[in-house]
């Protein structure tokens, strides 16, 4: 169940940052270190959220 959220909470910060075309067309490894700081820090916004029981939704 937390591999699901973690995948779920990903595909959210990727959606969000607008990075969705890019790796469909590059893959994960075509990400900068930037973009990919980016993600790791909404995803770990996110969990924060949902721990402390706020919503996530954007």
Same mark, same amino acid.
């Given at each position: 169940?937390?591999?699901?959220?973690?995948?779920?909470?990903?595909?959210?910060?990727?959606?969000?940052? /607008? @990075?969705?075309? %890019?790796? *469909?067309?590059?893959?994960?490894? !075509?990400? $900068?270190?930037?973009?990919?700081?980016?993600?790791? /820090? @909404?995803?770990? %916004?996110? *969990?924060?959220?949902?721990?402390? !029981?706020? $919503?996530?939704?954007?």
């Amino acid at each position: 169940m937390v591999e699901n959220i973690d995948q779920i909470l990903k595909n959210q910060a990727v959606e969000e940052l /607008g @990075l969705v075309d %890019k790796i *469909k067309s590059v893959g994960w490894s !075509g990400l $900068s270190p930037k973009e990919t700081g980016r993600v790791g /820090g @909404l995803i770990a %916004k996110k *969990k924060r959220l949902l721990k402390a !029981g706020k $919503s996530i939704e954007a």
